[in-house]
């Protein structure tokens, strides 16, 4: 089965600073690979999903960019605000509709 | 619209307790899905049902049953509590696409078992 990896598992930066999440994942025929972002007590919410036939997608601050040949994708988030501090998942997924997904980044915005 | 809901929030149980968690939709969705979410290990998939009436084993499906009797719902059964089962579950739903989709996440039941 699919196995996706992902790092690092905490990251701190300075508010307004970029922070970069990065995950690999093991099945080629994976072609869906969305992020999703966990507030304390909350269930996960996607934020932004990337498919096989694109290379990058941006929306506002978030961007994600894929690389199919060396299987391994990442999620970038620019000008980091408070409210971005939260849980982030990388998942993988592709025609039979489950995902697999990755261990998880705890990120914290310092003031 | 509620989106996906969860009952209960929180539950305390002893070893050997049974339980039900409930997880219903309302956004007529054919797929559902229950994770367990443990410190350092991600989400993990227990059990899924691609529509009323089926069901289908995930990544960690032993100690738990499901049932999906009605499109909305989605039942997970632990019919005998073991502490490894402490965690907090997430259910979520998506509709039928052909292909992998967003999935819509409740917000979650605290289970301890002691």
């Known amino acids: 089965g699919e196995n996706v990896e992902q790092h690092p598992s905490t990251l701190s930066v300075q508010e307004g600073d970029s922070a970069v999440i990065k995950c690999t994942y093991s099945d080629s025929a994976s072609n869906y690979f969305p992020w999703y972002k966990q507030e304390l007590g909350k269930g996960p919410q996607l934020i932004i999903d990337i498919r096989s036939n694109v290379g990058e997608k941006k929306d506002q601050r978030i961007a994600v960019t894929l690389n199919k040949t060396a299987k391994h994708f990442s999620l970038h988030i620019t000008e980091t605000q408070p409210e971005d501090s939260a849980v982030y998942f990388c998942?993988?997924?592709?025609?039979?509709?489950?995902?697999?997904f990755g261990t998880g980044t705890r990120l914290t915005i310092i003031p | 619209n509620a989106g996906v809901t969860q009952t209960p929030k929180f539950r305390v149980l002893k070893t050997g307790q049974s339980m039900t968690l409930l997880c219903a939709q309302d956004m007529n969705h054919e797929y559902m899905y229950w994770y367990r979410q443990d410190p350092g290990m991600g989400l993990r998939l227990i059990h899924y049902?691609?529509?009323?009436?089926?069901?289908a084993k995930g990544e960690v499906p032993d100690g738990y049953n499901v049932s999906r009797l009605k499109k909305q719902n989605f039942l997970l059964g632990l019919e005998s509590a073991a502490p490894s089962q402490t965690s907090v579950y997430f259910c979520a739903s998506s509709y039928s696409s052909g292909g992998a989709i967003e999935q819509f996440f409740g917000p979650g039941t605290r289970l301890t078992v002691l």
């Open positions: 049902s691609v529509g009323e009436g089926t069901t």
């Open positions: 998942a993988a997924g592709f025609g039979n509709e489950k995902l697999t």
